[in-house]
């Protein structure tokens, strides 16, 4: 079982900026893919964010150029931090882990952190 541990996450005003944290941990699992999906109220989830172990990285359309990615492979590690953010922002961000483990592929989600854009 891989768990998910999240940090960060918070209150700030139009075009601020945070910073959110997630660290994956467990015994004999790899990593292929680790990134954060955000559901705003009413909304279904979306992808914000992911990275790969091999650098390859995706972003929604709504937040290029404003979020960055980074993974650390070492600590199986991913931050995402958001730049000039928007009310559109709000949501519950979840962190994501795909990869393996024993033999067989797996995903795993973290409980979610409230981000909410408001002046």
């Known amino acids: 079982q891989v768990q998910l541990v999240e940090s960060g996450g918070g209150l700030v005003q139009p075009g601020g900026f945070l910073s959110l944290s997630c660290t994956a941990s467990g015994s004999s699992f790899r990593v292929n893919t680790l990134g954060w999906y955000r559901q705003a109220p009413g909304k279904q989830r979306e992808l914000a964010a992911t990275v790969t172990t091999g650098g390859r990285k995706n972003f929604a359309d709504s937040v290029k150029g404003r979020f960055t990615i980074c993974g650390d492979n070492t600590k199986n590690i991913v931050q995402l931090q958001m730049n000039s953010q928007k009310a559109e922002d709000t949501a519950v961000y979840s962190c994501c882990a795909d990869g393996w483990i024993y033999n067989s592929d797996y995903r ?11 002046s």
């Open 108 to 118: 795993s989600w973290g409980q979610g952190t409230q981000v909410t854009i408001s």
